[in-house]
């Protein structure tokens, strides 16, 4: 379908306003758990590992891209476009996964960002546990999906923090850009954990189900679900949504690049490679890099926590609105959806319950990365078999260069996590 003729200005505005759904998930990528890995990362193999950001990057803007094309062209979600090429029962597995492995990343973005906020003089890690989970659940509640949108938007800004943790530190940048430029084989079995966690934090489930499931809340917030008809989706909404996604992921795969290397310099650079909590980690910056660096990593964790949990909530949510066929959205109010808040306040709750359970939350952490790692190849087989599914994608499918990178993507996750457990 071609595009009407916009004035370039009017072109513009319509982008700007188009810019969300991918923003917004590319940011969310970059939450405590990533922060965590890629400290780590940074801490026990220095540069070595700075290659991944420019290789994930392709790889998670044509998944993320998929994702929002099923959404925007089968006004579902990934669930409900999985529940039309699968059995309930497989998909229904397929959500508690999920659910499991957000509830642990959700408390153990609650610990980092207690941490945070207690280093800052702000009071007990305790009390900002419960703050922050109850507040994100109760504004996911009272606000509606453009008010949550706008926020989660400008939230993403905070990232900037850690690109500037870097360049207050002065790196020898041919150097940084010699180990970017040239990828290094993992050596070991803990080099092959930490390659498998960074593409399970880049490439991640939640991501794929929250991705989708903004396009059906844009649609419904703009009025153009009754209006379609099942009409083609014009081609300049979906060039608006790629360069929207282009611009999230490659955002966040240059925020990565940046704690990868604020941390190999500092962190690795001083053979601190055993890092437990985000409070060691930004502790051991100060003395390295000074206050600066040290305030703009405590407050990056804050703002990225905030930005991460309605969306990992909130993935797990629509994939069981969509498995058992609920009423959702975040436009309904609680009455209209029960069932959907209730699922996104009990990830919340549970998540705050599994940080007083004294678990390691770097670990935790670090883990949930790798669970992800393990897990997302098999979803990125379904998402492949719906977006090529011409019947079911509207006669618009991906196309067939999309379909071979996100095949490459999930032969490459499988090699991974092949080669965490055979090396």
């Known amino acids: 379908m071609t595009a009407p003729d916009f004035p370039a200005g009017k072109r513009i505005s319509r982008f700007w306003k188009a810019l969300g759904p991918g923003v917004v998930t590319g ?22 590992l700075l290659w991944l950001s420019w290789l994930t ?12 094309r099923i959404g925007m062209v089968t006004d579902m979600g990934l669930a409900g476009a999985f ?16 659910l ?63 690109v500037a943790t870097a360049f207050i530190i002065r790196p020898n940048w041919t150097d940084v850009l010699h180990a970017a430029a040239i990828p290094q084989w993992p050596r070991n079995h803990d080099a092959w954990a930490m390659v498998v966690a960074i593409l399970g934090t880049t490439i991640s489930p939640y991501l794929f189900y929250w991705q989708a499931g903004q396009e059906v809340e844009e649609i419904t917030a703009k009025g153009r679900r009754l209006m379609r008809h099942d009409q083609p989706v014009p081609d300049e909404d979906i060039a608006f949504r790629r360069a929207d996604v282009a611009l999230g992921t490659l955002f966040s795969n240059v925020v990565m690049f940046f704690i990868i290397l604020a941390t ?16 060691e980690a930004a502790e051991a910056l100060r003395p390295l890099a000074g206050d600066a660096a040290y305030l703009l990593y405590s407050l990056g964790i804050i703002g990225t926590g905030v930005l991460a949990i309605p969306t990992l909530a909130g993935s797990a949510a629509y994939a069981f609105a969509e498995t058992f066929d609920w009423v959702y959205g975040l436009d309904r109010k609680f009455q209209q959806a029960t069932s959907f808040y209730a699922v996104f306040v009990l990830a919340i709750l549970a998540g705050m319950l599994v940080n007083f359970l004294k678990i390691d939350p770097i670990k935790a952490l670090f883990w949930t990365a790798v669970i992800n790692g393990v897990l997302a190849p098999f979803l990125l087989v379904g998402v492949l078999l719906v977006a090529s599914d011409r019947k079911l ?24 996590a092949i080669g965490l457990f055979v090396f």
């Not at 994608?393 to 991974?416: D, E, H, N, W, Y």
């Open 100 to 162: 499991i492995a957000n509830v642990i990343n959700i408390g153990s973005d609650l610990a980092g960002m207690a941490d945070a906020a207690e280093m800052l003089g702000m009071g007990s890690s305790h009390l900002y546990v419960v703050l922050f989970g109850i507040g994100i659940a109760f504004a996911a509640i009272r606000l509606r999906y453009h008010q949550i949108a706008s926020v989660l938007k400008w939230l993403a800004l905070i990232l900037f923090a850690y």
């Open 83 to 98: 529940r039309q090429k699968f059995p309930r029962w497989l998909v229904g597995v397929a959500s508690l996964a999920l």
């Open 393 to 416: 994608m509207q006669g618009q499918p991906s196309s067939r260069t999309s379909r071979i990178c996100v095949a490459i993507a999930t032969v490459l996750m499988f090699a991974a």
């Open 27 to 48: 940011a969310a990528d970059d939450d405590p758990s990533g922060v965590a890995t890629y400290t780590i990362a940074g801490a026990q193999f220095g540069t070595h």
């Open 264 to 279: 190999a310099l500092t962190l690795g650079a001083h053979g601190i490679t055993s890092i437990t909590t985000t409070r």
């Open 57 to 68: 990057w392709p790889l998670m803007g044509t998944v993320q891209m998929m994702c929002a």
